[in-house]
């Protein structure tokens, strides 16, 4: 092999590498691109879960203020009270 042969195998070995590194490149690119739109799109989806939980308990625990207003033994009143107090840990 001469001189001029090997310097061709190896400029050609060198852009392959150039090549595989490029490539190697935009599948990063890629992937970090999906996984940062996969983030966002779970986070909006909990966000989303979040808000909904919040509304229900909010009417959850004003439905038992009001039942506990509305109740006429004593003992209603306790079981109310102490439904709210579980809905205003939660």
Known sequence: MST???LVVIAAGILGCVYAVHRLHKQRQILQWFYTRQYHQLSAQ???IREQLLQQ???LRRALELGAMESSSVDATQR?????ALVQTV
């Open 4 to 6: 001029v042969e090997g």
């Open 46 to 48: 909990s966000e989303i």
């Open 80 to 84: 109310w009270e102490s439904c709210l």
């Open 57 to 59: 308990i909010f009417a």
